[in-house]
């Protein structure tokens, strides 16, 4: 049956990024599917604790500004669980501010983040599902400015675009493994990331008049795709950048 392709039960999520907004629908999507879900953040995840209860939610605290925790959290996930099959690279960070004065500071900040931790936390994860011998999902969270310039926010936009590209790289080298590597490209959606965006009066009624469904996004719309790449559903796809954006780039 189709629908039990889409089921997740007796598999083991990492996601990062768990305490709130996009990576706390992740969190409830995978765990409804049927999956045991490790989350991780810079700070406590008891709200999403609360929304899907201990038997199939637990967290642990790190800073993905330090690239080396990656084993650390496969490690906690493993222990916890016994092993990983999925993993959504969903934590990220933005800066804003005019390219002419960009601080080297921001620049690295928003890259080990958005960027080299997620490619360490992927290659972590991978290593230990080739070790398990039976695949896994990788999810990655780009954005349209994986597609698009933006507009002050340089380093944001170099580590998305960036995402797209290693989301294919590593879905071609880890192909053979049964391990699918596709990401996710949110439009504007309803978070603390969008905050600054959605209290400057001009760019968020140009940004809103410009999204065909004529709404902001919220975490509950990337549930679907985030369980579709999680499942066996997607399992002959992969190094792909899926947009779920209320129809932004198709305009
Ligand atoms: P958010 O600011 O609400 O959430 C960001 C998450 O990343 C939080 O859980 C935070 O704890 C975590 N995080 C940040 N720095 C961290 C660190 N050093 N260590 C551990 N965790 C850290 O924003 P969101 O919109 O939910 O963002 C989720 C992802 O979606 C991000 O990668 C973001 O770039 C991406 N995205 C968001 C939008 C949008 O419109 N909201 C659009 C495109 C892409």
Redesign the pocket.
């Known amino acids: 049956m189709i629908l039990d392709k889409f089921r997740l039960d007796g598999k083991v999520a990492i996601v990062?990024?768990?305490?709130?907004?996009?990576?706390q629908g992740f969190c409830v999507a995978l765990a409804e599917a049927g999956a045991k879900v490790l989350g991780?953040?810079?700070?406590d995840s008891e709200d999403t604790l609360a929304k899907i209860g201990k038997e199939k939610f637990d967290y642990m605290i790190?800073?993905?500004?330090d690239p080396h925790c990656a084993k650390d959290i496969i490690g906690a996930a493993l222990e916890r669980y016994g092993s990983v099959d999925i993993l959504v690279n969903?934590?990220?960070?933005?800066k804003r501010n005019d390219s002419l004065v960009f601080s080297e500071k921001d620049w690295d900040e928003v890259m080990n983040?958005?960027l080299k931790s997620l490619f360490f936390l992927s290659q972590a994860a991978a290593n230990a599902m080739v070790a398990q011998g039976r695949g896994g999902k990788i999810i990655n969270?780009a954005?349209?400015l994986s597609f698009q310039g933006g507009i002050r926010v340089p380093s944001y936009t170099s580590s998305k675009s960036a995402v797209k590209g290693l989301t294919m790289t590593l879905a071609n080298e880890w192909a053979k493994y049964n391990i699918q590597v596709n990401a996710i490209a949110?439009?504007?959606?309803v978070?603390?990331?969008?905050e600054a965006l959605r209290n400057d009066p001009d760019r968020s009624k140009a940004i809103l008049e410009r999204i065909p469904a004529g709404r902001w996004g919220t975490p509950e719309d990337i549930m679907g795709a985030g369980v579709f790449l999680a499942s066996a559903a997607s399992d002959y796809v992969t190094g792909f950048t899926i947009a779920v954006d209320g129809g932004w780039l198709g305009r």
């Open positions: 990062t990024g768990s305490n709130t907004g996009l990576g991780v953040g810079r700070r790190a800073d993905l500004s969903n934590a990220g960070i933005i983040v958005n969270v954005s349209l949110p439009g504007y959606m978070t603390n990331n969008t």
